[in-house]
């Protein structure tokens, strides 16, 4: 018999040298208690949370939490079926609308997941003779929806308008195009120019989709995202995004103005042979992306967090994933794993928790402290997160 698992044994030594060193694994921490969007008891002790994608602080809103607790008073813990069949619930609905409210667009269909939004709509809207052209540094989840629609793929590099406009031409005039982008990318925490890359996508044929994934709730005057702060939110197709991140709960969606969007619906396979999110969460869902729309002052606080941890960061010596703050993600470049290890463990030694990042999720083979800034987080917690990176970073000499 031949062993299927072997094929992860470089992988198994590599985690397993790793923690000869010393260091702890950091992919297995428990959050023992979650006291609030920004603080949790960790190992016994209450840790800074500045690796989580609760942009806006949602998890413990007062009337979110209400929300959720009426809809399972309501409706009951699940709805145990399809949203074709009997998972479509009135708060299913309101959901959607909120969204279509939210973008001010026509249709917005919601996912159990970002990923499987993703992997939905990609593959059922790029098959067998269409294109799908991406950025290389995609998230996984749009390059499984590639993979399960059997669309050709390109890929082009990484924000780089004219390599994009370069695979455009190359391709036959009257061949199904799909460019996807994302608005921020998420282990550096960079901006795409969507302006440019837009305008090349319309002057060569091809349909766009945006995952908003990270830039949901915080960029753009409304949150609509960096479509929005680009000025390009009425020309893209179609806009796919997560609950899990700014909105605080678990789902993803698809908005769009497409006139035959609703088809969708009965021929998307990962909307249609799973089941509806429960109904707590819908509720949840909804009442966070309606308060998101009302929430300039916060985005704004989280614009000069994110602004003063980069600076900081820097100041200190540290080499950063962008030249400037572009998203709430601040990315902490480490030398290699075994030094990203150590210092992930110094800061949670020193009370705080970041996302060490390492490839193939991270671009060009890097080892990152991914650092998530929430709207939550006083400017004090910020001034005691520089002070960790200060100490943990001489204590394993990264600075
Ligand atoms: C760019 C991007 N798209 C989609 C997803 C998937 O979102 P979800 O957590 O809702 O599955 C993520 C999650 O990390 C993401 O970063």
Redo the contacts with the bound molecule.
């Keep these: 018999m031949t062993d299927l698992l072997s094929k992860f044994d470089p992988l198994i030594q590599e985690r397993e040298t790793l923690l000869a060193t010393g260091v702890k694994d950091p992919f297995s921490l428990v959050m023992e208690e979650v006291l609030s969007p920004t603080v949790a008891i960790c190992e016994g002790r209450e840790t800074i949370l500045l690796g989580t994608?609760n942009y806006m602080g949602m998890t413990f809103d007062d009337d979110v939490r209400q929300a959720g607790m009426k809809a399972l008073e309501e409706f009951g813990s699940g709805t145990t079926g399809s949203r074709v069949l009997n998972g479509t619930y009135s708060l299913h609905r309101d959901c959607e609308d909120a969204l279509k409210e939210f973008y001010d667009m026509d249709h917005a269909m919601v996912?159990s997941?970002?990923?499987?939004?993703?992997l939905g709509i990609i593959s059922t809207l790029a098959g067998k003779g269409d294109y799908v052209i991406l950025d290389i540094d995609?998230?996984?989840?749009?390059y499984d929806g590639c993979a399960m629609g059997n669309a050709e793929i390109v890929a082009f590099r990484h924000n780089d308008v004219e390599a994009l406009e370069k695979r455009l031409k190359r391709l036959p005039p009257e061949a199904g195009k799909l460019v996807v982008l994302?608005g921020?990318?998420?282990m550096l925490g960079d901006v795409a120019p969507l302006k440019e890359m837009v305008r090349v996508c319309k002057e060569n044929g091809a349909m766009v989709l945006v995952?908003?994934?990270?830039s949901m709730g915080f960029i753009g005057e409304n949150g609509r995202g960096v479509c929005e702060a680009q000025g390009v939110i009425d020309d893209v197709d179609f806009i796919?995004?997560?609950?899990?991140?700014s909105v605080g709960t678990?789902?993803?969606f698809c908005v769009s103005n497409h006139p035959k969007f609703e088809i969708l619906r009965l021929v998307c396979r990962p909307y249609v042979f799973t089941a509806s999110l429960p109904p707590s969460v819908m509720a949840t869902a909804g009442t966070s992306i309606r308060k998101l729309m009302h929430s300039g002052n916060k985005r704004a606080h989280l614009w000069e967090n994110s602004k003063k941890l980069h600076k900081g960061l820097r100041d200190l010596g540290f080499t950063l994933g962008t030249p400037e703050a572009q998203s709430a993600i601040i990315a902490v470049i480490m030398p290699d794993l075994e030094k990203g290890a150590m210092m992930w463990q110094a800061l949670l030694a020193e009370g705080l928790y970041v996302n060490l990042a390492r490839p193939p999720a991270t671009p060009a083979n890097m080892t990152l402290l991914r650092c998530s800034l929430c709207a939550e987080h006083t400017s004090e917690q910020v001034d005691q997160i520089l002070g960790m990176f200060e100490a943990a970073g001489k204590a394993v000499g990264a600075i």
């Design positions: 994608y996912f997941t970002g990923y499987q939004a993703n995609s998230h996984a989840s749009i994302e921020v990318y998420s995952d908003e994934a990270h796919i995004g997560t609950f899990s991140k678990v789902g993803g």
